[in-house]
């Protein structure tokens, strides 16, 4: 999956409405508040630092993590909203986190192959945390097609690891549903191609003709887990 972004990285900010949107729901709780250090776990191209301005956030120093120097040459390296803005590119399974005031991650901590782990190595260095996570019901048209089973975690295992590693933290917990329309077969292609969603694109040469010919075209649906915990 991590080579997926790389390889997808121009066209991924193009493609990633879905991603926006999400970004939009996480960060409204925190709109007009002021945060020293902020971590951003997974911070391809930017759409969480870009979002900022428009919600009246203030950060001192805003650090993005990444595994993908490809996404991170797309993302910007300045804001209005930030004194200063530094980027890592970093596995952030194998990172010590910098103890910090709040840490954002959207859409991309679904990836974590230890996900309690990472959570836990959260809960021990930042005050406030608000995460988006995709579920296994993420592009389930498309699994139900390909008959292939979602590499995700079901929300129920996503929100026991999240109800658990943030024990000592007030918890706000939510699931939304998003759906993307398609008018034609080409543009859902394009949007499976182009947003990095394939996971490396290693389908059998079967599975993919009839992704490429037959697929029911007119809708995506993803589904993702918010969380905002406070230390209490
Ligand atoms: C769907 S993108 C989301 C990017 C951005 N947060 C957004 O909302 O548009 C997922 C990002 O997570 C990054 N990623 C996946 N696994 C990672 C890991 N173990 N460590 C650091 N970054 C990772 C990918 O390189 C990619 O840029």
């Not at 997974?42 to 996404?71: H, N, R, Y």
Request: contains cysteine; proline residues 3%.
């Amino acid at each position: 999956m991590r080579h997926s972004f790389s390889k997808r990285a121009k066209t991924y900010a193009e493609f990633s409405s879905v991603q926006k949107r999400i970004v939009e729901r996480l960060l409204a709780p925190l709109a007009c508040g002021c945060y020293g250090r902020v971590l951003d776990l997974g911070c391809g191209s930017g759409t969480v630092l870009k979002a900022l301005p428009a919600l009246g956030v203030e950060v001192d120093t805003f650090v993005g993590l990444d595994i993908s120097a490809q996404m991170l040459s797309l993302h910007p390296t300045a804001s209005p909203s930030a004194k200063s803005v530094r980027l890592e590119c970093v596995d952030f399974e194998n990172t010590e986190f910098v103890p910090s005031d709040l840490a954002i991650s959207a859409s991309s901590l679904q990836w974590a192959q230890n996900l309690a782990q990472v959570c836990g190595h959260l809960a021990q260095s930042c005050k406030r945390v608000a995460l988006a996570i995709h579920t296994s019901a993420s592009l389930h048209e498309l699994h139900t097609f390909l008959n292939t089973h979602s590499p995700l975690r079901e929300a129920k295992e996503v929100c026991g690891i999240l109800e658990q590693s943030f024990k000592g933290f007030k918890q706000t917990m939510w699931v939304e549903t998003f759906k993307q329309e398609f008018n034609d077969r080409e543009s859902f292609l394009q949007q499976l191609k182009r947003g990095g969603l394939l996971g490396g694109g290693a389908l059998p040469f079967g599975k993919a003709k009839s992704l490429k010919f037959n697929v029911p075209y007119h809708s995506l649906s993803y589904e993702a887990i918010f969380f905002i915990g406070e230390l209490a």
